[in-house]
Nanobody, 119 residues
């Protein structure tokens, strides 16, 4: 069974930093694009950042200059370094990946990790 497992969430004061990790397992062919999304209470899930297999990155305007997505291609693991955190960054953060199979790509999600930024 293919799994994406996030870790590194927690409670941090405004201005602080956290590093999220998303480890993958149970796959054969690896992943194409991978990404971090977040969902705040009462809000739709939104893209935070994504990274391609050749390490091109894209960021939501709200996090540009503060967050950095990276990828260990050998391990199909991605990270999200979050600096200068703000209370509005509070959300559940989800890892996303396009799983390669022999015939097509399958979208997969992790279970999410809570990030809470206090004032």
């Amino acid at each position: 069974q293919v799994q994406l497992v996030e870790s590194g969430g927690g409670l941090v004061q405004s201005g602080g930093s956290l590093r999220l990790s998303c480890a993958t397992s149970g796959h054969i062919y690896g992943f194409e694009d991978m990404a971090w999304y977040r969902q705040a209470p009462g809000q739709p899930r939104e893209l935070v950042a994504n990274i391609t297999t050749d390490l091109h990155t894209n960021y939501a305007d709200a996090v540009k200059g503060r967050f950095t997505i990276s990828r260990d291609s050998d391990k199909d693991t991605i990270y999200l370094e979050m600096n200068s955190l703000k209370p509005e960054d509070t959300a559940i953060y989800y890892c996303y990946g396009d799983l390669r199979t022999a015939v097509r790509l399958i979208p997969l999600w992790g279970q999410g990790t809570q990030v809470t930024v206090s004032v």
